[in-house]
């Protein structure tokens, strides 16, 4: 039977004097996995690995059950993974349909017809189908991260990494982005990394939050906003206490830190407990609120 | 070949015939063919060897810029900043190129078939002989050839602007006579012998096949099918070296 899972185990990355990851062991199964981070934690280097494109210098990475380190077996992996890069590059002279296409013969897919009867079916996926002859310098950059997603989606991969597919995205193409992604018909693994919060709590069965290349959080949405549990209070005015506060639209400051006695404490949310973890390492610009 | 590379070969050839350098090289051969069949309504006597030179050169020209349009296909990954996306797909890098080499044969189809009416348009008003044959065929291969340079050095030296000059470096570096056995490797180069236009196809075909085991070669493609290819490439050397012996022999090569 194959596995389909995914096993990271003590991986560590250095580019330079620069560490990039340092001992990172998480596993996934089927299901929607977050991975929510400031920029610099190592996101998008441990994307690459599971994308089989970086090595790490060390520790061990077994992606649906096989090791990317052997030739034949990364090949495997590469057929039933599904990729989208934090920053695609794009075929600007090929219309929507060629750029698939093309990705598609990529994909082993030789058959003509099959294969076209695949793109049209995952550009209908993304809701691209009717634009599929426009050239891809013609879209609009919401439509560039669908026809990414699209190209992700072929041959139904067991395997899919995303690295921070709604950037740029406008709140309509979040939520159809949301809608496509937790439709997919077989629960294949999804590794989902994002700054934004509301996609982990609207998808993900699970969260991994990254700082400075090692893991902080594993768990689910709800047990992450528990962190946060008793330790957000609102008040009429600024507290210095609080390790981060904000004016909110009704003029009040809503704070997280450790709670002064007596305060009016609030519900947490994943927010507030991803802002808690992460501390001085976030870049708050990158964090939704 | 793999199944994939067929495919991709079947998908550059199809977007390299719709390139707009290859256009504009099929302008110019419009161009020199309408000055060929001009001079054949006009004059009462036209020869092939004379009047013609106008289509050779729209053939040249249109081989020199179907190089450049290979050379910016194979550097599309590069150029779109997509080629670690792409490394994350089964087909590998050598299947790519394979794939640009075969979409090459597109271009030099489509040129044989631009030739054939020019061709028979030509036997109807002169006498043509197995030597303008023989020229004629090594036009189509020449074209084949620079398409397949224009592969090779996008794989050996990544840089969109080293296509033109190169380009320019083939006009520049053939002198307009034959003054060095050397300049019989130029691949414009004209035998006037039936024997030495043969060897000097065989050499052409010898060279695009060496340029894609270069290229090849850059992306560690199988060593069974670079062996393979390094056979061909030794009957290429071999033709060279019989074109360089003979060649400038009193009227045999001329560029």
């Known amino acids: 039977m194959e596995d389909a899972s995914l096993r990271v185990e003590a991986i560590e990355k250095r580019f330079g004097s620069v560490p990039a990851l340092n001992g990172v062991t998480m596993d996934a199964g089927p299901g929607i996995t977050g991975l929510l981070g400031p920029n610099g934690a190592g996101k998008t280097t441990l994307l690459r690995m599971l994308a089989t494109v970086l090595a790490p210098d060390s520790g061990t990475l077994q992606l649906l059950g096989l090791d990317p380190t052997r030739s034949a077996e990364r090949v495997e992996i590469r057929r039933r993974l599904g990729y989208m890069p934090q920053e695609p590059g794009f075929y600007r002279s090929f219309t929507a349909f060629e750029f698939v296409d093309y990705v598609a013969i990529l994909k082993e897919m030789t058959d003509r017809d099959e294969r076209h009867r695949e793109v049209r079916r995952v550009l209908d996926a993304v809701g691209l189908g009717d634009v599929s002859t426009r050239k891809v310098r013609a879209l609009s950059g919401g439509m560039r991260q669908r026809l990414a997603l699209a190209q992700a989606l072929l041959r139904d991969p067991d395997l899919l990494v995303l690295d921070e597919p709604t950037a740029g995205l406008d709140p309509e193409q979040r939520l159809r982005f949301r809608e496509i992604v937790s439709q997919l018909p077989h629960r294949p693994v999804v590794i989902l990394s994002t700054h934004q919060t509301e996609d982990v709590t609207a998808l993900c069965e699970r ?13 689910t949405p709800v047990e992450l906003a528990r962190t946060a549990e008793d330790r957000v209070w609102i008040r009429e005015d600024r507290d210095d206490r609080a390790v ?22 609030s519900p947490a949310t994943i927010d507030d407990a991803y802002l808690l973890m992460v501390g001085g390492t976030a870049d708050r610009e990158g964090v939704a609120a | 070949m793999s199944q994939a590379a067929r495919a991709l070969g079947g998908l550059e050839g199809r977007r390299l015939l719709r390139h707009p350098l290859f256009l504009t090289g099929t302008g110019f051969v419009l161009i020199g063919t309408a000055y060929f069949v001009r001079s054949s309504l006009v004059e009462a006597t036209v020869a092939w060897d004379d009047d013609a030179w106008t289509i050779g050169a729209g053939f040249t020209f249109l081989g020199l810029l179907a190089m450049i349009a290979t050379n910016l296909a194979a550097l599309r990954d590069r150029r779109a900043g997509a080629v670690e996306q792409h490394e994350t797909l089964p087909v590998a890098r050598a299947s790519r190129t394979g794939g640009l080499l075969l979409g090459v044969g597109w271009p030099v189809a489509a040129c044989a078939l631009l030739f054939a009416p020019i061709w028979l348009f030509a036997a109807s008003k002169t006498e043509l002989s197995a030597l303008d044959l023989l020229h004629a065929v090594d036009t189509l291969a020449l074209i084949g050839t620079l398409g397949v340079l224009g592969v090779a050095i996008a794989r050996w030296l990544p840089n969109p602007f080293l296509a033109p000059v190169a380009a320019w470096g083939l006009i520049l570096t053939s002198p307009a006579e034959a003054n060095s056995r050397w300049h019989a490797l130029s691949p414009f180069a004209s035998a006037e012998s039936v024997d030495l236009a043969a060897w000097h196809l065989v050499y052409l075909f010898g060279l695009a096949i ?38 400038p022999g009193p009227g045999r090569c001329q560029i």
């Open chain 1, 244 to 265: 981060l506060s904000w004016r909110m639209g009704d003029g009040r400051y809503r704070h997280i830190g450790d709670p002064p006695p007596g305060a009016a404490l």
């Open chain 2, 210 to 247: 060496c340029l894609a085991g270069a290229a090849l070669l850059r992306d560690r493609a199988p060593r069974a099918l670079v062996a393979v290819i390094a056979g061909f490439g030794v009957a290429g050397v071999a033709a060279g070296v019989m074109l360089v012996t003979a060649c």
């Open chain 1, 207 to 219: 969260v991994v939050v990254l700082a400075e290349g090692a893991i902080r959080f594993d768990g």
